[in-house]
């Protein structure tokens, strides 16, 4: 695995698969920026084209199955610009679906390559060595993760910690980050799929669904996966006897595996006397390790927050500074602290 000084954007409205994208690219020392729509990533496009060639993204990673405008449209709009650097950019297509003829489909919409959910290591080194400039690509090696005892975090049911753990080299704390995402990720997409279901709105259930199944194999939820996959299937098929049979069963085992997620790792504000404002806690630690990026710091502290079982105002800026570092704005997230220091009643 080598070092980048690159600049990439990860497309995918599944915040859960960001996290994922951004886990993985982090030992390479990528700047890795996230945006959640097809729309949004047109505009991060423009943006960069009034930038020097340096500064902008050298790699765009685009998932396929979106809400709104999907992953082709966006790109063949971006390509449609008209600029040398839209034209040429590398868009990556992020996909669960890779079966016979997707790759000759992407190369058709302008897509230059793809790589199949849930990401691989192996395979996402490869890609990245294959078309970030190699001027860019440093020689100096770094570590490329490692195998991790799954007694090393709690076990939770249903979940296959150790495959993700080797599949990714993901440490046991960017693993808990995850979980984390997905926790809260996972409660809005049951709403959306039991909303969508009684209203009989067909496509956008397929399409929920079909970001669960991919968040799902990120965690190692790969039974779940295999639900989700099935509902997607009968969705694309307007199979409204399956999904209406089915629906109710995958959303319980999906709640168990929540509320199992939510108790092993303290994500819920649980009972107890809550106690403290922002002038309990170490802010100024929290500060130093977002500027340094250290993930590794930055995930322990918000953990530590967590517990400390917090409430009100200060619970609300814990949950706004996590956001930003999800979205991998730490910039924000330093300026959000900066702007509270003074404020000790929060």
Excluded: C
């Excluded at 610009?81 to 040429?88: L, P, V, W």
């Amino acid at each position: 695995m080598f070092r980048f000084d690159g600049r990439v954007l990860v497309v995918d409205d599944v915040q859960t698969n960001l996290d994922v994208a951004r886990g993985l690219m982090l030992p390479y020392r990528l700047r890795i920026e996230g945006v959640k729509s097809g729309q949004e990533a047109m505009e991060r496009v423009a943006e960069a084209e009034r930038q020097p060639a340096a500064e902008r993204y050298d790699i765009i990673f685009m998932d396929h199955m979106m809400p709104g405008m999907d992953g082709v449209e966006a790109t063949k709009q971006i390509r449609e610009r008209g600029s040398e650097y839209a034209r040429r950019v590398p868009i990556v297509a992020l996909t669960a679906n890779a079966v016979v003829g997707t790759k000759e489909m992407f190369l058709e919409n302008g897509i230059d390559d793809f790589l199949a959910k849930p990401i691989d290591i192996k395979k996402l080194d490869s890609l990245l060595r294959r078309w970030i400039p190699r001027e860019k690509q440093a020689q100096q090696r770094v570590r490329a993760g490692g195998n991790v005892e799954p007694g090393a975090i709690p076990e939770i049911a249903g979940l296959e910690v150790a495959g993700v753990l080797n599949r990714t080299g993901f440490t046991v704390s960017t693993y808990k980050d995850l979980l984390s995402v997905f926790y809260r990720d996972a409660g809005e997409r049951v709403e959306q799929i039991e909303d969508y279901e009684k209203r009989g709105d067909i496509r956008n259930y397929t399409i929920v669904v079909h970001a669960l199944k991919s968040a799902l194999q990120n965690i190692g939820g790969m039974e779940l996966g295999v639900m989700a996959a099935q509902l997607e299937a009968a969705g694309k098929a307007g199979n409204r006897e399956v999904i209406s049979k089915k629906t109710g069963e995958f959303v319980e085992v999906l709640e168990q595996v929540r509320s199992e997620i939510g108790e092993r790792l303290g994500l819920t504000q649980g009972g107890g006397e809550k106690k403290g404002g922002l002038s309990d806690l170490k802010l100024e630690e929290l500060r130093a390790a977002l500027v340094e990026m250290d993930t590794e710091s930055i995930t322990t502290q918000l953990m530590e927050y967590k517990k400390a079982n917090i409430a009100g105002a200060a619970w609300e800026f814990i949950q706004k500074i996590e956001q930003y570092v999800l979205l991998f704005e730490y910039e924000k997230a330093v300026e959000e602290i900066d702007q509270s220091s003074g404020n000790t009643g929060i």
